[in-house]
């Protein structure tokens, strides 16, 4: 068995590099905080290391989530019969396969044209570590046109996908190809002037093409760069934008917090850090009425905080939080419901990773972002609370008599996950420590105590949690960085100026056009992933926020808490999915049971809406 063995030779050495990656992006920040505190300077070059780290470990991840094909998507597949299913497979697949072509030539253009001649990082020429980006994309192919069901089916969708991609790249890339395959006939060059014409006339076709290809399950970031490699071509731009627009978002300043919070995250989610916290509420929480409510509520925010992703809580901690309210008397739909709604509570509150990707889009202080969300995030949380109080004494839910020893004893066991984010934020606040140096420590502190400390994990356990957090960092850092290309376009072409000539001329209220940002963007919460919203979206409405008088921090937190609800409205929004999943209800009944908590919620965001002082108060 040498080839399998050859292959999970590859598969081992490739995660173990995306391990690595990981480690040394913890270590990079680390280290700084210690050298600046005891020796008064820095680590060299510690920020150029760190940024590009972060770039490897996007396509490392990228590459790992391919493989496992789980890339995040939206898909509609689950009506289909099987042989529709495969047809519809086979049609993502291929689109998949043909832009990932189109991002490798690109990028390999990009790695060699893009940068002065003789800069490096370190001691290393750029475009070693930037070839990272060419490779991870023609891996990502491979692996797509892996997907593709039937095996004689397969080899001929590849290479009609793949030399589809290249003719699209041609257009633009075409001396990159002919330098990169050694032709001096300038052949790629003459076949993109025959091409450029019939793509031209198809561009809309084609984004119809990868509309439909997202419905049925075609990775989002896929689906963004394409449309973005569409629009470039048609408007005869070159095709390195969109990997050097992904090069320059991957390098950006408060970026590489994103990995490292979600790495903690992942780090308390495998522990029994969720039991902990639940015993510690329990004991807390049980006396009053709805306290079990209340308890669930807040277990949620705090694992949705650090990890930025409510799918991650509703998995992780789902049934253990249900199995605890139905104990204490608490209906099925109730639970089911309420469950839902909590998974994506937490996104108000800091560290959440999309307040620190909106502060980075939008160029508006993290800090003031992180304080601006704070009432905000506790009128959601109180709204839930309330209904919870109510639902319990309507229904004679039982309560436990509060005791202390038991409560203190929780306590202790818990206080050191009850400190992670108090000591984080003292930091960050405090100024001792960038954005990045605390979610660095974040990791090592989460390390140590659940591996040291309670040893809920061991050493051996380390790789185990690290595969399961690469897919969420590369899923959602590719969608930043090919979504950023888009943005880039829908700036360039001076959309966001035309838009606000619109509304200028049409809308005179500041509350219509309040009224109407909600539901625009709640049906973009339903229908886009938060971090793909940022991106597109945020360079659309700055400019009408900035019209109408909005605070910039009450404009992203009204962004913020639509994206919030919009995981929770029928029919695709994506807690919806993962709850049907994680309770083994079918859809339809988790849309009924949510309801009640959807309303609520959507009270608390036209509260956030029409009350800025809710998102302003503490700034001042």
């Known amino acids: 068995m040498p080839g399998l063995d050859r292959r999970t030779l590859l598969l081992k050495a490739e995660n173990a590099t995306a391990y690595i990656s990981v480690a040394l992006l913890a270590l990079f920040p680390s280290l700084e905080v210690l050298v600046r505190k005891f020796f008064h300077s820095g680590v060299a070059n510690s920020g150029l290391y760190t940024h590009h780290l972060v770039l490897a470990t996007t396509f490392l991840g990228g590459m790992i989530t391919a493989r496992k094909n789980r890339h995040l998507a939206l898909s509609l597949n689950f009506h289909l019969s099987e042989t529709s299913?495969?047809?519809?497979?086979?049609?993502?697949?291929?689109?998949?396969?043909?832009?990932?072509t189109v991002f490798s030539w690109a990028s390999i253009s990009f790695a060699f044209n893009g940068f002065a001649p003789g800069q490096r990082i370190g001691p290393l020429p750029i475009w070693i570590p930037?070839?990272?980006?060419?490779?991870?994309?023609?891996?990502?192919?491979?692996?797509?046109?892996?997907?593709?069901?039937?095996?004689?089916?397969?080899?001929?969708?590849?290479?009609?996908?793949?030399?589809?991609?290249?003719?699209?790249?041609?257009?633009?890339?075409?001396?990159?190809?002919?330098?990169?395959?050694?032709?001096q006939t300038g052949f790629f060059s003459q076949?993109?002037?025959?091409?450029?014409?019939?793509?031209?006339?198809?561009?809309?076709?084609?984004?119809?093409?990868?509309?439909?290809?997202?419905?049925?399950?075609?990775?989002?970031?896929?689906?963004?760069?394409?449309?973005?490699?569409?629009?470039?071509a048609q408007a005869g731009q070159p095709l390195e934008v969109i990997p050097n627009e992904a090069y320059a978002m991957l390098i950006s300043h408060s970026l590489p917090a994103i990995p490292?919070?979600?790495?903690?995250?992942?780090?308390?989610?495998?522990?029994?850090?969720?039991?902990?916290?639940?015993?510690?509420?329990?004991?807390?929480?049980?006396?009053?009425?709805?306290?079990?409510?209340?308890?669930?509520?807040?277990?949620?925010?705090?694992?949705?905080?650090?990890?930025?992703?409510?799918?991650?809580?509703?998995?992780?901690?789902?049934?253990?939080?249900?199995?605890?309210?139905?104990?204490?008397?608490?209906?099925?739909?109730?639970?089911?419901?309420?469950?839902?709604?909590?998974?994506?509570?937490?996104?108000?509150?800091?560290?959440?990773?999309?307040?620190?990707?909106?502060?980075?889009?939008?160029?508006?202080?993290?800090?003031?972002?992180?304080?601006?969300?704070?009432i905000p995030g506790v009128v959601m949380i109180s709204a839930l609370a309330v209904f919870g109080i109510v639902y319990a004494r309507r229904n004679h839910v039982p309560r436990e008599r509060f005791a202390l020893k038991p409560a203190l004893r929780a306590v202790g066991v818990s206080l050191g996950e009850i400190l992670l984010p108090v000591a984080i934020l003292l930091a960050f606040?405090?100024?001792?420590?960038?954005?990045?140096?605390?979610?660095?420590?974040?990791?090592?502190?989460?390390?140590?105590?659940?591996?040291?400390?309670?040893?809920?994990?061991?050493?051996?356990?380390?790789?185990?949690?690290?595969?399961?957090?690469?897919?969420?960092?590369?899923?959602?850092?590719?969608?930043l960085a090919l979504a950023k290309g888009l943005s880039y376009y829908i700036v360039d072409a001076e959309v966001p100026l035309a838009l606000t000539h619109w509304v200028e001329a049409h809308i005179g209220s500041k509350y219509v056009f309040l009224l109407i940002l909600n539901i625009v963007l709640l049906a973009t919460g339903c229908l886009m992933d938060i971090f793909s919203a940022i991106m597109v979206v945020v360079p659309l409405i700055l400019p009408l926020g900035e019209l109408f008088g909005i605070h910039p921090v009450h404009l992203g937190i009204i962004f913020l808490a639509n994206m919030e609800l919009g995981y929770l409205t029928p029919p695709v929004g994506l807690n919806l999915f993962?709850?049907?999943?994680?309770?083994?209800?079918?859809?339809?009944?988790?849309?009924?049971?949510?309801?009640?908590?959807?309303?609520?919620?959507l009270l608390t965001v036209l509260l956030i809406t029409y009350l800025p002082f809710l998102s302003t108060a503490l700034l001042k």
């Not at 590849?158 to 790249?169: E, N, R, S």
Request: glycine share 10%.
């Open 85 to 100: 299913k495969r047809v519809a497979d086979t049609f993502v697949h291929c689109i998949s396969v043909t832009f990932l």
């Open 130 to 183: 930037i070839m990272v980006m060419p490779l991870g994309f023609a891996v990502m192919a491979v692996r797509h046109g892996g997907h593709i069901p039937g095996k004689r089916l397969r080899p001929v969708a590849v290479l009609l996908a793949v030399i589809t991609g290249t003719l699209i790249a041609a257009m633009e890339a075409g001396n990159a190809i002919n330098t990169l395959l050694g032709t």
């Open 191 to 232: 076949l993109a002037q025959m091409v450029s014409p019939i793509v031209d006339a198809l561009t809309l076709p084609l984004v119809l093409l990868l509309i439909l290809a997202a419905l049925y399950g075609a990775p989002i970031f896929i689906v963004l760069g394409g449309i973005a490699t569409l629009l470039f």
């Open 260 to 374: 490292l919070f979600t790495i903690a995250g992942f780090i308390l989610s495998e522990s029994r850090a969720g039991e902990r916290l639940v015993q510690l509420f329990q004991s807390l929480f049980s006396w009053i009425p709805g306290g079990l409510a209340l308890m669930s509520v807040l277990v949620c925010s705090f694992f949705t905080t650090f990890t930025g992703a409510s799918g991650v809580t509703i998995l992780a901690l789902g049934a253990l939080l249900a199995y605890v309210l139905n104990q204490g008397g608490y209906g099925k739909r109730f639970n089911q419901g309420l469950l839902t709604a909590s998974g994506s509570v937490g996104l108000l509150f800091p560290p959440s990773l999309p307040i620190i990707i909106y502060g980075v889009a939008a160029g508006v202080s993290i800090r003031d972002m992180f304080v601006g969300g704070i």
């Open 429 to 479: 606040f405090g100024g001792l420590t960038t954005l990045v140096e605390s979610s660095a420590l974040a990791v090592v502190y989460a390390f140590v105590l659940e591996f040291l400390i309670h040893r809920d994990l061991r050493i051996r356990d380390l790789g185990r949690v690290l595969e399961k957090s690469l897919p969420i960092i590369g899923g959602v850092l590719i969608i």
């Open 578 to 601: 993962l709850a049907s999943y994680r309770f083994n209800e079918p859809l339809a009944r988790i849309y009924r049971n949510v309801i009640p908590f959807f309303l609520i919620q």
